[in-house]
């Protein structure tokens, strides 16, 4: 009966932390060097972020809110020429330029840092 109920219980944690955001482990190819990272998506059950990268600092960086008020808004927008999309730009905390977001690591199509197109990701650390 024990071996059925903890993998029940367990389901019904992870399930129930609707607002948990999750950790990424990255591992990318620069030339012959690994380069592995951490990048975390999502906030947690009193809190929400976004993620961007900083191209400047080389470093991912998150702008986060308390749940319960409005998200931040846009400090304004680019159109991109080669999607033809508008893509909004957000002012992150201790970085001089405004960054667009990087909505979830499904969307992430580049590392950033290496340029590789076929980097590897894991999840390895679900917050709340």
Known sequence: ?????LPLLFLAILTSTAFAGTGYQVTS???EETVTYMVKFGGGFFFQQHTAYDPE???FVYLTWEREKE???PI???WDHKTGETVDLYKF???EHPLPIIPSMDEMK???KTGD???KSQPLLAYD
């Open 76 to 78: 304004c927008s680019i």
């Open 57 to 59: 600092s080389e470093e």
């Open 29 to 31: 190819q620069d030339g």
């Open 93 to 95: 905390p201790n970085v």
């Open 110 to 112: 580049v590392c950033p």
């Open 117 to 119: 197109k076929d980097f």
């Open 71 to 73: 998200s931040p808004e």
């Open 1 to 5: 009966m024990l071996r059925f109920t």
